[in-house]
T-cell receptor
Framework: GDSVTQMEGPVTLSEEAFLTINCTYT??????LFWYVQYPGEGLQLLLK?????DKGSNKGFEATYRKETTSFHLEKGSVQVSDSAVYFC???????????FGSGTRLQVQP | DTGVSQNPRHKITKRGQNVTFRCDPI?????LYWYRQTLGQGPEFLTY????????KSRLLSDRFSAERPKGSFSTLEIQRTEQGDSAMYLC?????????????FGEGSRLTVL
């Protein structure tokens, strides 16, 4: 079945550091890929998405590129801020599925 | 604020009791999802409604679990004869269109603790 594997956290960075959170997936066909973010005390919200190979999703300075050859969708940001501290979830929607399959989440802590 | 609303936010119950959670989606959204999340894990899909029709159920949804969405508006998730393994955060999400073109909007969740 479909699955998503994320790097374990927590990831602790200083403000303005470069961020990478790795995400790889297993799915049949051509899934759509997503990053959701959960800020403290809030519900999950969509950060970015990509629906086909080589697409790049971007939002709020975050980027991720759909790499079919490596089945990856790594999240990157050039300069993190304290306000980016949150839990980040990689997810996919497989062909013909109505539900998202989530990874286990990666907690990011950004220190001033 | 007209986001997804879930009640109660936290429920503590004794093993064997029944509990019910309610989700009020964003008003114009026709699709509604229930997920379960345990500590340190990502959300796991439970069930999905399009309007009032329950179109998909996960094998995680045992016969002790039942979900309804009468009239295609709010939804309830009932767990009968609760077990300690049911302790988790129950998340509701709604969307207007297909998740590939649209976006899931999540509520803050209902946390269940079974003693």
């Amino acid at each position: 079945g479909d699955s998503v594997t994320q790097m374990e956290g927590p990831v602790t960075l200083s403000e303005e550091a470069f961020l990478t959170i790795n995400c790889t997936y297993t799915a049949t066909g051509y899934p759509s890929l997503f990053w959701y973010v959960q800020y403290p005390g809030e519900g999950l919200q969509l950060l970015l998405k990509a629906t086909k190979a080589d697409d790049k999703g971007s939002n709020k300075g975050f980027e991720a590129t759909y790499r079919k050859e490596t089945t990856s969708f790594h999240l990157e940001k050039g300069s993190v801020q304290v306000s980016d501290s949150a839990v980040y979830f990689c997810a996919l929607s497989g062909a013909g599925r109505r539900a998202l399959t989530f990874g286990s989440g990666t907690r990011l802590q950004v220190q001033p | 604020d007209t986001g997804v609303s879930q009640n109660p936010r936290h429920k503590i119950t004794k093993r064997g009791q029944n509990v019910t959670f309610r989700c009020d989606p964003i008003s114009e959204h026709n699709r509604l999802y229930w997920y379960r999340q345990t500590l340190g894990q990502g959300p796991e899909f439970l069930t999905y409604f399009q309007n009032e029709a329950q179109l998909e159920k996960s094998r995680l949804l045992s016969d002790r679990f039942s979900a309804e969405r009468p009239k295609g508006s709010f939804s309830t998730l009932e767990i009968q004869r609760t077990e300690q393994g049911d302790s988790a955060m129950y998340l509701c999400a709604s969307s207007l269109g297909d998740m590939n073109t649209g976006e899931l909007f999540f509520g803050e969740g209902s946390r269940l603790t079974v003693l």
